[in-house]
């Protein structure tokens, strides 16, 4: 797998998200969704991939980057978010990130998840460097997550959603740690691959599960 580009996020994103990106795009007359995804990295386990409307009403108090909250205050805001939005939230399967790749797999499964939602949008804002085909006008926000409220909501419902998928594998296929590590490749799940060998959930496209595989090739 290649790794993710890290960029460099714009000048003046340091007070955390807003909605001023959404209200360049017209919010609140204007339908805009935000999306982000969990799980491009891991050794195992699906990608996921979310897409909310705020209700300009009712937006939840906190809502940041996932990575920037506390497990507690990304379950606490995942339930506000859900009572209070219009959201919908999309898988990508292991055969399906082996079939396409990361990268495309992830477009896919965000493309999936707007067109999902309940209510299509008039304007997209999505987190990163690219935009799958949609119906409507799609804008990629790099750091996005830590600039548009919308986004960051999705980086919530994302994040969780997987979190506990994992924990639902990590009780089916104990030993790999991925109650800890959310599949993640640390040392404690790399060891576990060389003495159990990869299960059905391990992406099979990615290097250290290849190795695992075909060794001599």
């Known amino acids: 797998m290649e790794p993710r580009e890290k960029m460099p996020v714009p000048e003046g994103t340091t007070k955390g ?100 939602l309940p209510l299509a949008p008039d304007h997209v804002l999505i987190d990163g460097k690219f935009t799958p085909a949609l119906a409507c006008p799609a804008e990629a926000v790099i750091g996005g997550d830590g600039r548009s409220l919308s986004i960051a909501a999705a980086s919530i419902l994302a994040k969780v959603t997987r979190d506990r998928l994992m924990l639902d594998l990590d009780a089916a296929h104990p030993g790999y740690g991925w109650a800890r590590n959310m599949g993640y490749g640390t040392a404690a799940h790399k060891s576990a691959l060389e003495a159990l060998g990869p299960t059905i959930h391990h992406r099979r496209s990615f290097a250290p599960i290849r190795k695992i595989l075909s060794p001599d090739s």
Do not use: W
């Not at 001023?20 to 935000?34: D, I, N, T, Y």
């Not at 497990?71 to 939005?85: D, G, M, Q, T, V």
């Not at 399967?93 to 999936?112: F, G, S, W």
């Open 17 to 116: 998200p807003t909605l001023e990106l959404e209200k360049k795009a017209g919010f609140p007359a204007k339908r805009v969704a935000g999306v982000d995804e969990a799980g491009r990295g891991p050794l195992a386990g699906p990608v996921v991939a979310a897409a909310v409307l705020l209700d300009p009403a009712a937006i939840p108090d906190g809502l940041n980057d996932s990575k920037k909250l506390s497990a507690a205050k990304r379950e606490k805001l995942f339930e506000e978010i859900c009572a209070s939005s219009r959201y919908a939230i999309a898988l990508g399967a292991v055969e399906e990130i082996d079939r396409l790749n990361i990268h495309h797999a992830t477009l896919q499964t965000m493309k999936r998840a707007v067109e999902a």
